[in-house]
């Protein structure tokens, strides 16, 4: 008897549990996890149960997660580039509870891709730009200075 492994969840926990993210294992997740370029919402979930868990991550993290979660959203449902009213409260769900600078550069991606959006996520993304998440003023800060950020 056969059975299949969700290799995507078992990635996503060895991930978690090692609490850092490097440039090699954002390269194998491409490859392993998301080479067929396609992003299931449970997986957008396992995503950010990473971002979650605050672990030092690499540079390449933080694209790499935005442009999944902004694939997910905005580029995989149909219709492709409309974020619908259940899309974006699941989104800002799941932001609102990493309340991260890479979870506020996701919702700010979805926002700039997207052809059109609910005027209430605008409003949400908005608030959530004032309103102190972890990482968002050092990032900023390192962004003014020219420095490259640091994980």
């Keep these: ?12 926990s060895a991930l978690i549990l090692g ?12 490859r392993e996890v998301f080479a067929d370029g396609q992003v ?10 990473v971002e979650r868990a605050n672990l030092a991550t690499a540079d390449e993290w933080t694209e790499f997660f ?19 009213g259940p899309q974006a409260e699941w989104l800002l769900k799941r932001a609102d509870e990493c309340a991260s600078a890479n979870a506020l550069a996701a919702l ?20 959530r730009v004032k309103s102190g998440w972890r990482g968002v003023e050092a990032k900023l800060a390192r962004a003014k200075t ?4 640091v994980a």
């Design 1 to 12: 008897m056969a059975f299949t492994v969700d290799r995507s969840r078992s990635i996503i």
């Design 19 to 30: 609490r850092k993210i490097t440039s090699l294992d954002v390269a194998w997740l491409r």
């Design 40 to 49: 299931s919402r449970e997986q957008a979930d396992e995503l950010f149960a």
């Design 66 to 84: 935005v442009e999944m979660i902004t694939d997910h959203i905005v580029w995989q449902a149909r219709p492709t580039g409309v974020v619908s």
């Design 108 to 127: 700010v991606n979805v926002l700039t891709e997207a052809h059109r959006v609910p005027q209430w996520l605008i409003a949400a993304v908005k608030a």
């Design 146 to 149: 020219g420095l490259k950020p």
